[in-house]
């Protein structure tokens, strides 16, 4: 296999093996799910004297990173170089600790307990950290008092604890803005953004933070990717030096692509492919060696490397890697008493991790499970911890091929007796739902939040489509006399042409479909209304529910009321299907009682779905039984 330094040009969109990746092996440690990635290499059963681990930034950045961080550990053990990710207590999958008074130190507890598992897989080899955001800053804070570190990676580390907190207030206000979140129902007095919240004793202690007077391990190379237009980058990047470590400084072009919108985010891969070629010549001067072997392989069975378990008050966690070649990857979500109901396909919102925006997924998830409803969560290819299908476009969303995966996430639900299914979804996680009903039987019911469309023209370029997504036009006649909007407006800060021509367009859209025009002007606004309609029919002629739970000023009710009439008046020949439109919330139901309406709905439809009878024992116990997961069937 060619090296990765040997390459030219960025790894984006190539593929190093055309044979399907598999997903990392879950494992669980310290109240957390991780993934380790062992290494693959160019020469058959010799690895490289190295492993990585991954140290995550927090909140907003880390969803948007995610994808980043695996892609870079899979590109790394083609290198023959094993690797280990995972999330901080009360972050991503991990469950919430018991004490929120904790500051820092739990968070650098985890990485110690992870650097300990990743010796045990990896037989003790040297280590290479390497860190995103606050990520970095806390490994930096570690590497003095580490055994057995070989290098040092930090990209766009934080410097300042306090100044990190007033950007991340700063970029949350920008992230309510873009989603037209009323002031009064945004999360104030508190560390958050996105949704996702600091706890008081880590934002205290973070205030405190200098990360730059942090004494460095002196003896290791390290590396900064530092932002061009962030100067404590570069400024800490010095002060480290000047303490004695060896540094090495490289620009990150790509990051505020990345960071931007998780819909439309493009991953930074030129930075990736450098910080890959520096890890891989430190690796490279440690030498290799004959990859590591169970001391007793048959203690070790694929389930072992298939699945990993948590356990919280009601609920217990299975992360497990399934479908063909175990390239999905998924967390079981099952209560620990007796189950009831149907079982829930929770699917992502565009590229967000299947932990969901603020950690929805999570929370929805584990609320499931105590009242006694089991779940699945998992990413579909090429998003979160889900490689991509060789041969087919990076692009995934509103594909065709997403049927796929959900296909192989009910497989996993059949073979473990929690079929019948229903499923839940926002956006064009709420389409993917919606067409995968109509193709799937085992699918008995829905829940869908703001789905940008029922159909999708596959003449449409998805990037063309989220890019100019126009808002309701009830959000841009509420907007435009706004005092803020005024004040951009006048400052030069919006873009009057886009927002003029998005306006004009919905507002066309709106009449039409109010005078009943729509289908007159455009053929291929009749074919669209024609399979809208075909396909409500068939899931009322099979008595399936659907719940439609729309913002009351998202841009998907345009659509509905294109197919559906003003208030959606012509879905009463559809009796199995009910619509709400909620006041007080924006398109990612962030207010709390947005989020608990929406889990009181999926409730709701999972309990009047019959569910499949389990033998006694497992009713008891509620989790079902332990089986390897299963797999696709081979393609002819």
């Known amino acids: 296999m060619e090296a990765i330094t040997e390459r030219v040009g960025p790894a984006s969109g190539q593929r190093l093996q ?15 799910f991780g993934l380790y990635q062992p290494a693959e290499g160019a020469k058959q059963g ?27 550990a899979e590109e790394l053990a083609c290198e023959g170089i094993a690797s280990l990710r995972f999330d901080y207590p009360g972050t991503g999958d991990a469950l919430d600790p018991p004490d929120r008074t904790l500051g820092l130190s739990l968070w650098q507890d985890t990485i110690r307990a992870a650097l300990d598992v ?34 040092f990676v930090a990209m766009a580390p934080v410097a300042s604890g306090r100044a990190y907190l007033r950007e991340l207030q700063f970029w949350a ?186 950690r929805s997924g999570v929370a929805m998830a584990r609320k499931l499970a105590g009242d006694g409803i089991a779940s699945l969560r998992f990413d579909v290819a090429n998003v979160g911890d889900s490689p991509p299908v060789p041969g087919l476009p990076d692009q995934v969303l509103y594909a065709e091929t997403q049927y796929d995966d959900v296909e192989a996430a009910l497989a996993v639900l059949e073979e473990r007796s929690l079929l019948p299914s229903v499923v839940a979804g926002r956006c064009s996680g709420g389409y993917l739902g919606f067409s995968c009903m109509t193709k799937d039987h085992r699918i008995a ?85 024609r399979a809208v309609r075909v396909a409500f029919a068939a899931l009322a002629k099979r008595k399936t529910p659907l719940v439609l739970l729309y913002s009351e000023q998202d841009v998907g009710l345009d659509h509905f009321y294109q197919h559906f009439g003003p208030q959606g008046r012509k879905l009463e020949r559809y009796p199995n299907v009910r619509t709400d439109i909620l006041a007080e919330t924006d398109h990612n139901f962030s207010p709390a009682a947005a989020q608990q309406r929406y889990f009181e709905e999926i409730k709701a439809l999972a309990m009047t779905v019959q569910a499949s009878k389990l033998p006694a024992q497992q009713i008891k116990a509620g989790v079902s039984a332990g089986k390897e997961p299963v797999s696709e069937p081979e393609a002819s």
């Open 173 to 358: 206000r920008v992230i309510d803005d873009g989603l037209g979140l009323a002031e009064h129902l945004r999360l104030s007095g508190m560390t958050a953004i996105a949704g996702h919240v600091m706890p008081d004793a880590k934002a205290s202690a973070l205030k405190k933070a200098d990360f730059s007077a942090v004494q460095p391990h002196r003896s290791i190379p390290h590396l900064f990717v530092n932002r061009a237009d962030r100067p404590g980058d570069g400024q800490m990047a010095k002060q480290i030096e000047a303490k004695g470590a060896r540094v090495e400084s490289i620009d990150y072009p790509g990051y505020d692509a990345m960071v931007g919108n998780p819909a439309m985010a493009r991953m930074p891969m030129v930075a990736a492919e450098n910080v890959i070629s520096w890890i891989v010549r430190r690796a490279a001067a440690l030498g290799e060696q004959k990859r590591l072997l169970a001391i007793d392989p048959s203690a070790v069975s694929a389930q072992d490397e298939d699945q990993a378990h948590l356990d919280g008050v009601d609920f217990r966690e299975t992360a497990l890697r399934f479908g063909r070649g175990k390239r999905l990857y998924g967390i079981l979500c099952e209560p620990t008493g007796p189950r009831c109901g149907a079982s829930v396909l929770l699917l992502n919102t565009a590229y967000d991790r299947s932990a969901g925006w603020g």
């Open 18 to 32: 055309p044979h399907q990746h598999a997903v990392a092996q879950p494992v669980s440690f310290a109240g957390t």
């Open 46 to 72: 010799v690895v490289r004297k190295c492993a990585v681990l991954f140290l995550q930034p927090w909140g907003f950045e880390e969803m948007c990173t995610h994808k980043l961080f695996r892609i870079i």
């Open 118 to 151: 990743l010796a045990e897989k990896t037989g003790g080899l040297p280590v290479i950290l390497l860190g995103h955001g606050l990520g970095a800053s806390l490994g930096v804070g570690m590497a003095a008092d580490l055994d057995g570190l070989a290098g």
């Open 445 to 529: 019911g829905a829940c869908l939040v703001n789905p940008f469309v029922f159909y999708w023209d596959k003449r449409r370029r998805v990037e063309d489509g989220l890019a100019v997504v126009p808002r309701s036009l009830d959000t841009y006649k509420h907007r435009l006399f706004q005092m803020q909007t005024l004040r951009r407006l006048w400052r030069g800060k919006v873009d009057v042409k886009n927002a003029t021509r998005n306006f004009a367009l919905v507002g066309v859209r709106r009449v039409l479909s109010r005078l009943g025009l729509a289908q007159v002007f455009s053929r291929d606004v009749r074919l669209e209304h």
